[in-house]
């Protein structure tokens, strides 16, 4: 496969990692994961968080690092590595995960609409809304994509203010005791927290539309450890505010938090919630729905549109026939872990596979 070539107006400033990054991985994942993760290692949760935050850096080190090597995307390294056969099939798996990803986003979403919100309203009718919107920002091409990631992040912070007020009521000896797991455990931990750190992954196809793109690993650094933070900020508030047994049976920790805001112009605050959380999660829709299609254009030689509508029909389908609390927990259970296990132990093998190439061509 030939080299990726982008047109230096579809691309984007290596700033705008920043907000690639950090607007994929926050999202439906920073609603729930306090419940597992306060399951498998309690109060020494914090450090599977920091840990899966450090793989999570050695991840995108290696991503540079492989794209330094080749520059261009997974599908041109996949190829470069193993041959246009194998590289295929591996580029297929990536832009099947990439969908399935997407998907569960959407699905989860329209979840937390139904129980928090409008329980009459039918998944097929959200669906819709959603994939219409995704439709349209993905047609209007990369740009466009980062200018939502963008805003999400900048009119989302405001949201900060829910695990400060759950502060007023917290108890922080619940945050004690420390260091009383097994290594084994802290590991396990990661697994739970390996959701809300998703999202990364996603520089493997919008590389080529970064203007010098290696400068922009700092970048994607910086967004990565922000995430990890925020992540952080949002365990130790909700370990603070919940005893463990009671944060191991709840299920949404940060929505049912909000049900103890109290203003004098609001009587349901988790309304206001759950409803500006669409403007947090549309990054996460819009963007592995992005990466798909271009992957399948890049395969394929097809207009990235058209994907685009095979996705979202067999989005709709789903949510029209399939889609159950049953279904949700499954498509969770693909995702998260095995999709982190699954790139924590692909990239390294690309990166030697890609070094051994190198290697043979010089001798």
Not at 58 to 77: C, H, T
Not at 155 to 172: C, E, M, R, T
Not at 201 to 219: D, G, R, V, W
Not at 330 to 341: A, E, F, R
Request: charged share 10%; net charge positive.
């Amino acid at each position: 496969m030939n080299q990726v070539s982008v047109n230096d107006k579809y691309k984007v400033s290596p700033f705008y990692v920043f907000f690639l990054v950090h607007a994929m991985q926050v999202g439906l994942g920073l609603l729930s994961f306090q419940r597992d993760l306060a399951k498998a290692t309690g109060t020494d949760g914090w450090i599977s968080i920091l840990l899966t935050g450090l793989i999570v850096h050695i991840l995108i080190w290696l991503i540079y690092k492989i794209f330094r090597m080749v520059p261009g995307d997974i599908i041109y390294a996949n190829n470069h590595a193993f041959g246009k056969w194998i590289g295929n099939l591996f580029s297929l798996i990536f832009i099947l995960y990439f969908f399935v990803l997407g998907m569960t986003i959407i699905t989860g979403y329209i979840e937390v609409i139904h129980i928090w919100m409008f329980e009459e309203v039918p998944s097929w009718a959200l669906s819709l809304v959603f994939l219409f919107l995704i439709y349209y920002i993905n047609t209007g091409g990369f740009r466009t994509v980062t200018g939502i990631a963008f805003f999400a992040i900048f009119l989302s912070y405001w949201l900060l203010f829910v695990p400060f007020y759950g502060l007023k009521f917290a108890d922080f000896t619940n945050l004690q005791p420390i260091f009383h797991h097994t290594l084994l455990e802290i590991m396990k931990g990661t697994r739970s927290t390996s959701f809300s750190m998703l999202g990364f992954e996603m520089i493997l196809m919008f590389y080529p539309f970064i203007k010098n793109a290696e400068t922009s690993k700092k970048y994607a650094h910086g967004g990565a450890l922000l995430t990890t933070l925020l992540t952080l900020l949002m365990y130790l508030a909700s370990m603070a505010f919940y005893s463990q047994k009671h944060l191991t049976i709840t299920i949404w920790p940060t929505l049912t938090m909000t049900s103890v805001i109290e203003l004098p112009f609001i009587q349901r605050f988790e309304y206001i919630m759950v409803s500006w959380w669409l403007i947090v999660i549309i990054p996460n829709m819009v963007i592995p729905l992005w990466a798909a299609s271009r992957g399948i254009k890049r395969l394929f030689n097809v207009e990235q549109k058209y994907p685009l509508w095979v996705m979202s029909i067999i989005i709709l389908l789903i949510n029209i026939f399939f889609f159950d609390r049953e279904a949700l927990y499954i498509l969770n259970k693909i995702i998260n872990p095995y999709s982190m296990c699954f790139i924590v132990l692909y990239l390294p093998l690309l990166l030697v596979f890609i070094k051994i190439k190198k290697w043979r061509k010089r001798l």
